[in-house]
């Protein structure tokens, strides 16, 4: 079965995981690299000896790929995943696949015109305990979702030509709309900027959904703790996504309050009843999700298929951040998502 050979555009703290990832996929071969900086691509050629290594992305055309993955930093994708598509080959871009939304529709377009693959990496799309969420809330067991909360906080690591809602928030916004199944209709955003002056370091977000579902993203690059937890309340149950757990990282728990009026007198009033049961733990079956991402970009190459995570979530990601910065310069309001 013939090969997809891939080229890295990008070997900086991301792109070797896609290299290794391409390199050890029995259905790709890694053929080249590009990066920038000359040190990079010693990098890399010390790891993969019989890597082809420019510092100009652009000399990947003369190779005869069949694809392309783009991890630089995000205000050079556009360009980047563009002239690409030009080239014929199909692209993977990091997150988010660009800075605007109109850049994005026009990749979208470019990629459909030439019948090409266009992939974002919104990586947790393809991580098993996220999938195992959403099975929870699709089934009911869950209840009716209340509301969901995300928090994704380190301290660093800091981005100069970005804040940390465009660097982690697409994580988080790309797992909601997976496990909903849906767009949101507004969004808010508070920012703080304590470090570096106009860079935010510290974001909340705050997402609402068809049926009144809200959803709360917490973002920060300066905080103590390494947190990556996702909570979705229901009324039934309330389940636990915790990323920094070595095992575990989901639990159920069978929690949750009941509210009953009765009249006493002339007075109404409201009692809750408090139920807590048993915390059930999933057992889940792990593997790398960047592996299963870029599997699933070579096989949406091979067999012509749309990617689960296509250009226009990618899109979908970028106009929710574009409404959410809006709403973050402009005293924090509700500002409606024009889909
Ligand atoms: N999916 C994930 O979990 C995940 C995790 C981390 C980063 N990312 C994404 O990966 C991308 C890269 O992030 P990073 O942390 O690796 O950044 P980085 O700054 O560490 O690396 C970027 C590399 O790109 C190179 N570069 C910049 N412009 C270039 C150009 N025009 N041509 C060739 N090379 C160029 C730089 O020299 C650098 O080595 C970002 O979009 C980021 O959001 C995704």
Known sequence: MAVTKVGVVGY????????????????????????????????????????????????????????????????????????????????????????????????????????????????????????????????????????????????????????????????????????????????????????????????YVNLVFPGNISAFVHVSWLDPCKVRRITVVGSKKMAVYNDVESENKIKIYDKGVNSHEYTNGSFGEFQCSYHSGDITIPSIRFTEPLREECQHFIESIVNQTEPSSDGRDGLEVVKILETAQHSMSNGQTHQAISW
């Not at 030009?86 to 692209?91: A, I, K, P, R, T």
Request: hydrophobic share 45%; charged share 20%.
């Open 12 to 203: 900086g703290y991301w792109g070797p995981n896609l290299a290794r990832n391409f390199y050890e996929l029995p259905s790709a071969e890694l053929v080249a690299v590009a990066d920038a900086k000359p040190e990079r691509l010693k990098q890399a050629q010390g790891k993969y000896t019989q890597l082809i290594a420019k510092t100009d992305y652009r000399e990947l055309f003369k190779l005869d790929l069949d694809a392309v993955v783009v991890a630089t930093p995000p205000a050079t994708h556009y360009q980047i995943a563009k002239e690409c598509l030009e080239h014929n080959l199909h692209v993977l871009v990091e997150k988010p696949i660009t800075l605007k939304s109109v850049d994005a529709l026009e990749l979208v377009e470019l990629a459909a015109a030439r019948g090409l693959t266009l992939m974002v990496g919104h990586t947790f799309e393809y991580n098993a305990a996220v999938h195992a969420l959403k099975k929870y809330i699709d089934s009911g067991e869950l209840g009716e979702i209340y509301y969901l909360d995300t928090a994704r906080l380190n301290l660093g690591l800091f981005q100069r030509d970005s804040n940390v809602m465009w660097d982690l928030a697409p994580h988080d916004i790309s797992i909601l709309l997976y496990l909903l199944g849906k767009r949101p209709i507004s969004v808010s955003a508070q920012g703080m900027a304590c470090v570096f002056d106009g860079i935010y370091d510290v974001a």
